[in-house]
């Protein structure tokens, strides 16, 4: 369900850009979905067909996902999150609260459960391309 909302929010700012950058037409979006965000890619796709406005017709929508990478907040190692590690229950879990990762995830040198996400949350936009508005 959450997709459509997301798809949603991605055009809009998608929109938002390329009103600012003078585009008449988009033709590339970047999307970049982090991974502990467990977005459903195809459902968002489909979504992003079915919303896209008319500046849009032509949008190729690529989706990436981004590793997540942490830290840990007493020894400082840095790793990128697996997810093939938890167990089925942990990973949905996480899906539906992130905060709850804390409890699953420990640093894999020192143990600690004390880490902060450095990325691997949220979406964003990596890059909108398309044809500008002639000049005069
Ligand atoms: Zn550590």
Redesign the pocket.
């Known amino acids: 369900m959450h997709e459509w909302a997301l798809a949603e929010a991605v055009i809009a700012a998608a929109s938002e850009i390329a009103r600012k950058e003078g585009l008449k037409e988009v033709r590339e979006v970047e999307i970049k979905v982090g991974e502990l965000q467990q977005i459903e890619l195809d459902i968002l796709e489909f979504a992003l067909s079915q919303l896209k406005p008319a500046k849009f017709k032509h949008t190729k929508f690529s989706i990436e996902v981004a590793k997540a990478e942490l830290k840990?907040r007493?020894?400082?190692?840095k790793w990128f999150f697996k997810k093939e590690k938890l167990d089925e229950s942990t990973a949905e879990a996480i899906h539906f609260i992130p905060e709850i990762a804390h409890t699953y995830i420990k640093?894999p040198?020192?143990?600690?459960p004390d880490f902060e996400i450095l990325q691997g949350r949220g979406v964003w936009l990596e890059s909108v391309k398309g044809v500008k508005q002639s000049n005069g």
């Open positions: 840990c007493v020894c400082g190692h640093c040198k020192c143990g600690s």
